[in-house]
């Protein structure tokens, strides 16, 4: 088991370097894909510098509390674009029949399909994340939970997508259904919890757990709780699972497009 | 001229497929509006107390009038389309065609969003009586708001063009894009000039939010014919700078377009 776990993180890490390799054929795009996206994230700091100028306590957070919550959401989708970044393509591979090439391969099938593309600006969003853990406050202890609940936080949002990609085996629009749930997701968790009230909550540790992403990850890392620190890991593991199951009960009832294609 | 209008009717036409698409799209809006009624309503302990001169339901139906403006007029075609003529060469076919390749995108583009934006004029209306009431509206200015919200279609469509003609330079101009999003949600959509600091609101005037998102919703908020007019002397400046160096970049960056045969 642990073996085969290893031989999956080596594959994955192999694809993430060809994928950039091919992505840097052209530097200038590389670097401006980067660069461009730090700056597109920063840009919200404004806008909180312009809320906390009204009121000095949003929703039981202060600025500092806020860039960790923005370090925290943007290190979670760099992980998961990184990684996994043809995860928002997987309802039109399915539903155009393009997922032959993935399925002759030696290798996990889900797996080879997510980590078939790295989107470049992820790196943008993983570097702007440590800036601002960098302001929030560094520590070796908040160096190494942060990474810990980033990749925590990747793999559930890339299991949510999945699950709601899946759903293009048998119906049409899980495209735009994976997209607006990926939206209201990222839309949710870079605002304060404390903000929303009543029944909204409940989907947060549903549909949309961006509570397990991201809100129950920065209260850990402001104040150490086992019991919240247990649930983080084990909703992980088993939104895996459930994105896993998702996609191989769909599977069976793929049909191919017949496309010729080769993956290079 | 007729060409044009053939453009923009066939593109209206094929549009109407895809209304599901765009009703689809409508929760994304909803989220946005929904997130940040939450927000103003605990920025706003008072509901009566004002916060830079505006009322919490002014706050509100700004930020829902900014929010249409951006939903119902974002388009593919003026960031990907002439990203991907450019990059591909495919724009050196419609160089020798008797059409203008900028005026066939701007008459395409405003095809497309006709719909889309009608949808979701009719959905911001909704929205905004059923979570706030109705707004404090004089019928007769909305003849003079209708010309303020073209014009600033008209301008943010040039503006993008512009961004993507960049791909003449650089290969891919998404990340200015991106860029330019953000000036325009944080600084135009979430909050109204007046609640940034004094020294950074003159500048403010100077940014395309001024004449893309801000003029048409103050105007809707609180209308005056003074605004009306100073909105609409700034918009007509800033489109004609804009063309002139629309024009300027797409004359320079066809000279430098590489075609790879094919």
Same mark, same amino acid.
């Given at each position: 088991m642990l073996m085969e776990v290893k031989k999956e993180l080596k594959f994955i890490l192999l694809s993430i370097k060809y994928n950039l390799a091919r992505e840097m054929t052209n530097k200038v795009t590389f670097l401006t894909n980067i660069i461009f996206m730090i700056l597109n994230n920063a840009a919200f700091l404004i806008e909180w510098i312009i809320f906390f100028s009204i009121k000095d306590n949003i929703g039981g957070y202060g600025l500092k509390d806020v860039v960790l919550l923005w370090g925290l959401a943007s290190g979670t989708y760099a992980i998961c674009f990184l990684f996994f970044g043809a995860v928002q393509e997987l309802p039109n591979l399915i539903m155009n029949g393009k997922i032959d090439s993935f399925l002759v391969q030696p290798k996990n099938v889900l797996i080879s399909i997510l980590t078939s593309k790295t989107k470049v600006s992820a790196i943008g969003d993983l570097i702007y994340s440590y800036i601002l853990l960098f302001i929030y406050g560094f520590s070796i202890k908040n160096f190494l939970f942060f990474t810990l609940f980033i990749v925590t936080g990747g793999i559930i949002v890339t299991s949510i997508a999945t699950i709601f990609g899946s759903l293009a085996f048998y119906i049409t629009k899980a495209d735009t259904l994976t997209g607006n749930v990926m939206g209201t997701m990222l839309n949710f968790d870079t605002y304060p919890e404390g903000i929303?009230?009543?029944? &909204?909550?409940?989907? =947060?540790?549903? +549909?949309?757990?961006?509570?397990?992403?991201?809100?129950?990850?920065?209260? &850990?890392?402001?104040? =150490?709780?086992? +019991?919240k620190f247990i649930a983080v890991i084990i909703f992980t593991l088993f939104i895996t699972l459930i994105a896993f199951l998702s996609f191989y009960k769909g599977l069976k009832k793929y049909s191919s497009g017949n496309l010729m294609s080769a993956r290079v | 001229m007729r060409k044009y209008l053939n453009i923009f009717k066939a593109t209206l036409i094929n549009e109407l497929q895809y209304v599901s698409d765009i009703v689809l799209g409508f929760l994304s809006f909803l989220i946005k509006i929904f997130i940040f009624l939450q927000l103003w309503n605990y920025l706003y302990d008072d509901p009566s107390s004002l916060i830079a001169g505006l009322s919490k339901d002014q706050m509100i139906w700004y930020v829902i009038i900014t929010e249409m403006i951006w939903y119902g007029t974002r388009n593919k075609t003026l960031v990907s389309q002439i990203t991907d003529d450019i990059k591909?060469?495919?724009?050196?076919?419609?160089?020798?065609?008797?059409?203008?390749?900028?005026?066939?995108?701007?008459?395409?583009?405003?095809?497309?969003?006709?719909?889309?934006?009608?949808?979701?004029?009719?959905?911001?209306?909704?929205?905004?009586?059923?979570?706030?009431?109705?707004?404090?509206?004089?019928?007769?200015?909305?003849?003079?708001?209708?010309?303020?919200?073209?014009?600033?279609?008209?301008?943010?469509?040039?503006?993008?063009?512009?961004?993507?003609?960049?791909?003449?330079?650089?290969?891919?101009?998404?990340?200015?894009?991106?860029?330019?999003?953000?000036?325009?949600?944080?600084?135009?959509?979430?909050?109204?000039?007046?609640?940034?600091?004094?020294?950074?609101?003159?500048?403010?005037?100077?940014?395309?939010?001024?004449?893309?998102?801000?003029?048409?919703?103050?105007?809707?908020?609180?209308?005056?014919?003074?605004?009306?007019?100073?909105?609409?002397?700034?918009?007509?400046?800033?489109?004609?700078?804009?063309?002139?160096?629309?024009?300027?970049?797409?004359?320079?960056?066809?000279?430098?377009?590489?075609?790879?045969?094919?």
């Open positions: 929303f009230k009543g029944a &909204i909550r409940i989907l =947060f540790y549903t +549909i949309i757990p961006i509570s397990f992403a991201v809100y129950m990850p920065l209260n &850990i890392l402001k104040e =150490f709780e086992i +019991i | 591909s060469g495919g724009i050196a076919y419609t160089l020798n065609k008797p059409y203008s390749y900028i005026i066939y995108i701007i008459t395409k583009h405003f095809g497309e969003i006709s719909i889309k934006f009608i949808l979701y004029l009719i959905l911001a209306i909704v929205t905004g009586f059923i979570f706030i009431g109705p707004i404090d509206f004089n019928i007769i200015s909305l003849p003079f708001i209708i010309i303020v919200f073209l014009l600033s279609f008209i301008i943010n469509a040039v503006i993008r063009i512009i961004i993507s003609m960049l791909s003449f330079y650089i290969e891919d101009s998404t990340p200015f894009h991106w860029l330019y999003d953000k000036v325009i949600i944080v600084l135009g959509i979430i909050f109204p000039i007046e609640v940034f600091p004094k020294v950074l609101q003159p500048i403010l005037k100077f940014t395309p939010i001024y004449v893309v998102t801000y003029g048409p919703a103050k105007l809707v908020i609180d209308f005056s014919i003074n605004s009306f007019i100073t909105i609409l002397i700034v918009q007509i400046i800033y489109l004609i700078v804009i063309i002139l160096l629309l024009a300027l970049i797409y004359r320079k960056g066809v000279r430098k377009l590489n075609v790879n045969g094919g």
